[in-house]
C-alpha cells in the first residue's frame, strides 16, 4: 500500500511536496487553514493570525526563469519579475495542470501532529484537525511541514526605550498593506531588508517625509543586471558560485564591493554596510536610490531612543514630529501543532539536517519545507528539497546515522556564521548554488559536467556558465523530464518574450556591448605591441 503523508499547508512548498509525493507513488493529503492555495503570495487586506500577510504591491525579487519548477516554465509572456496576483497565476495553473487540489482540505487548522505509540517501529504519526468545529484525528506514515516562516512578527520592542511614551502611530510591516492614509505623514521605517525597502519608497512618493534606520548597513541591487538581463540569471552561475568557493575571502569581498558599487556608491549615500566580508543578502530595489537623492527617503543610524514625538538615533541626530513608525525587524517562526522536543526554536534558530531533518528521531518522517532562505530563488530550493524528502520516506534514500547529522548541523552553523553573520534575520541564510547541488546529489540528479563534456559539450558550456535554474536538475536521475534540455537552451527567448511588445524596423544581433568587448581586446593587443617596440 502507497505510505500516507500529511502536507501542512499549501502555499509553494505545499504544492510542490503535494506533486513530489504524488511522482513518488505517495498517498498525499495536504491541510490548508485557509479557503485557497498559495500562502504568503495570496494578498487579502485584511491580516489574519497565523497567516502570512504581504502588501499590495508585492513584486519577486527573483526572475521566472530562475523561480519555475523544474518540468513547468512559466509562460514565456509573463515579465520577468512578477506581481503577487502574477506569480498567485503560476501556482494555479501549476495546480490544475498536476491536479494537486483534490489533494487539499481547505480550512482545515492542524492542532497537533504526535508520534504514534508504536512510533520506534512504525515512524507514524496522529495528526488532529479541526474544521469547521469539528475535530478529527488521523494516522499517517510521514509528514511534511510547509507552514512557511513569515507568520510570527519579530518586534523586539526592549530595544527602542521610550516606545511606551510614543503617541504616534507603530505597527509591523506585516501589517502594512498599501500607502493610503500616510499621505502628509513623517514616517520612520525601522529595518532596511527587502520589505523595508519597499515600503519606504511606496510611502516617500506621497508622505511629507520618510526615514529608514538601518543598524549595519545593506548594499542595494538593482533587478536589472548586464545587458539588462535579470540579477539572478546572471549572478547565478555554477562558474560565478566556484570562484566565490576557491578565492581568499579578501579577493571574494572586493570582487563583491566592486559589483555593488559598480551601480552607485554606497559610502555616497549612507548604505555602506558595516562589515563587508559578511555575505548578508542584498536589498533588491531599484528605486531606493533615486528617493535618496530626490531627498524624499533619508538614512539614519540605529534608533537609540524614542520620545512622543521625536526618534533620536545612536550618531546623536533627532528626528522631530514623527507621525508613524512601521518595524520592518522581520519575522519569528514557530510549530505550534508541534512538540518542542521534534522541532525546537531557540533564537529564531532551528537545529534540522540540511534544514531539514531532525536528527534525533528514530524514523525519518518528520521533515519541514521551505524553512531556509537561500541567496536565490525559494521554489526551486523547496522542490528539491521535497524530492529528496519524499525518497527517503519510500526508503529509497537513508539518512546517516544521528551523530553524524549532528555533526553536519553544528559545523554547517559555523559556516553561516562566519559566512552571514549571526543577526536575527540570517538564521536561515545559505548559498544558492552550492545547496542545490547538494540536494540533487543525494537523490542523483546532479548533472555530471565531466561526462557531459564529451556527450554534449554545448550543454555542459551552458550548464556551467550559464543561469544555474532548476531544469538543470530534470536532465539525469529520477524525475528525469525530456523537455529539460530544450527549457534550458530556450530560458533567453522566455526572458525576451515580454519585453519585445514594440516591433523593429531592424533587429539586428550586434550588441554595443559586444563591440565594447572587440574594442577591449584590440586595445590590450595594440599595447602588447607597443610594450614589445619600446623593449
Not at 503577487?84 to 494555479?92: C, D, I, P, Q, V
Not at 559610502?267 to 543578502?281: A, D, F, T, V
Not at 537545529?351 to 521533515?367: C, E, G
Not at 522542490?383 to 553524524?404: D, I, N
Request: charged residues 20%; contains cysteine; hydrophobic residues 40%.
Amino acid at each position: 500500500m502507497a505510505k500516507k503523508v500529511a502536507v501542512i499547508g499549501a502555499g509553494v512548498s505545499g504544492l510542490i511536496s503535494l506533486k513530489c509525493c504524488v511522482d513518488d507513488g505517495l498517498e498525499p493529503t495536504c491541510f490548508e487553514r485557509t479557503e485557497d492555495i498559495g500562502g504568503v503570495w495570496r494578498f487579502k487586506e485584511n491580516v489574519e493570525d497565523g497567516r502570512a500577510s504581504i502588501y499590495q504591491s508585492v513584486i519577486t525579487n527573483t526572475s521566472k526563469e530562475m523561480s519555475c519548477f523544474s518540468d513547468f516554465p512559466m509562460p514565456e509572456d509573463f515579465p520577468n519579475f512578477l506581481h503577487n496576483s502574477k506569480l498567485l497565476e503560476y501556482f494555479r495553473i501549476f495546480a490544475k495542470k498536476f491536479d494537486l487540489l483534490k489533494y487539499i482540505q481547505f480550512q482545515t487548522t492542524v492542532l497537533s501532529v504526535r508520534k504514534c505509540p508504536d512510533f520506534s517501529s512504525s515512524g507514524q504519526w496522529k495528526v488532529v484537525t479541526q474544521s469547521n468545529g469539528k475535530e478529527q484525528s488521523a494516522v499517517f506514515d510521514a509528514v511534511m511541514v510547509c507552514s512557511g516562516h513569515h507568520i510570527l512578527p519579530h518586534i523586539p520592542l526592549k530595544s527602542f526605550p521610550g516606545i511606551e511614551r510614543f503617541k504616534g502611530q507603530y505597527f509591523h510591516s506585516r501589517q502594512y498593506k498599501h500607502p493610503d492614509g500616510f499621505e502628509g505623514k513623517r514616517i520612520l521605517v525601522i529595518g532596511m531588508g527587502n520589505s523595508g525597502s519597499d515600503i519606504a519608497v511606496e510611502l516617500s512618493k506621497n508622505a511629507a517625509q520618510v526615514f529608514i534606520s538601518t543598524r549595519h548597513g545593506t548594499w542595494v541591487m538593482s533587478r536589472i543586471s548586464e545587458d539588462g538581463y535579470p540579477w539572478d540569471s546572471v549572478f547565478h552561475t555554477r562558474f560565478r558560485s566556484m570562484l566565490r568557493n576557491v578565492l581568499p575571502r579578501t579577493a571574494v569581498k572586493w570582487m563583491i564591493e566592486q559589483q555593488m558599487n559598480r551601480w552607485f556608491n554606497h559610502e555616497n549615500y549612507g548604505l555602506e554596510p558595516q562589515n563587508k566580508y559578511i555575505m548578508k543578502e542584498p536589498v533588491l530595489n531599484d528605486d531606493v536610490p533615486s528617493r535618496l537623492l530626490c531627498g524624499a527617503i533619508k538614512v539614519k543610524s540605529t534608533v537609540k531612543e524614542l520620545t512622543e514625538t521625536s526618534a533620536i538615533f545612536e550618531d546623536g541626530t533627532v528626528e522631530e514630529n514623527i507621525d508613524v513608525i512601521i518595524f520592518a525587524t522581520g519575522y519569528s517562526f514557530s510549530f505550534p501543532f508541534l512538540e518542542d522536543s521534534l522541532v525546537k526554536v531557540e533564537n529564531s534558530m532551528v537545529s534540522l539536517y540540511k534544514y531539514i531533518f531532525p536528527a534525533h528521531l528514530d524514523k525519518s518522517t518528520l521533515a519541514c519545507i521551505g524553512l531556509i532562505q537561500p541567496l536565490g530563488s525559494i521554489f526551486p530550493t523547496a522542490e528539491l528539497q521535497a524530492r529528496w524528502v519524499t525518497r527517503v520516506f519510500k526508503g529509497l534514500c537513508s539518512l546517516p546515522s544521528e551523530r553524524t547529522m549532528m555533526m553536519d548541523i553544528i559545523k554547517r552553523n559555523e559556516k553561516r556564521i562566519d559566512l552571514f553573520g549571526e543577526s536575527q534575520s540570517q538564521t536561515l541564510q545559505t548559498n544558492y548554488v552550492d545547496y542545490l547541488d547538494e540536494l540533487a546529489l543525494e537523490i542523483g540528479a546532479k548533472p555530471d559536467f565531466c561526462s557531459l563534456l564529451f556527450k554534449d559539450p554545448k550543454l555542459a558550456v551552458r550548464l556551467y556558465f550559464g543561469p544555474c535554474n532548476s531544469y538543470q536538475y530534470r536532465l539525469v536521475g529520477p524525475g528525469q523530464w525530456e523537455g529539460a534540455r530544450n527549457a534550458i537552451f530556450t530560458q533567453k527567448q522566455r526572458i525576451l518574450k515580454p519585453l519585445k511588445t514594440r516591433a523593429l524596423k531592424d533587429s539586428s544581433n550586434f550588441s554595443v556591448s559586444f563591440l565594447l568587448k572587440i574594442l577591449g581586446l584590440l586595445a590590450v593587443v595594440v599595447a602588447f605591441f607597443c610594450q614589445l617596440q619600446w623593449s
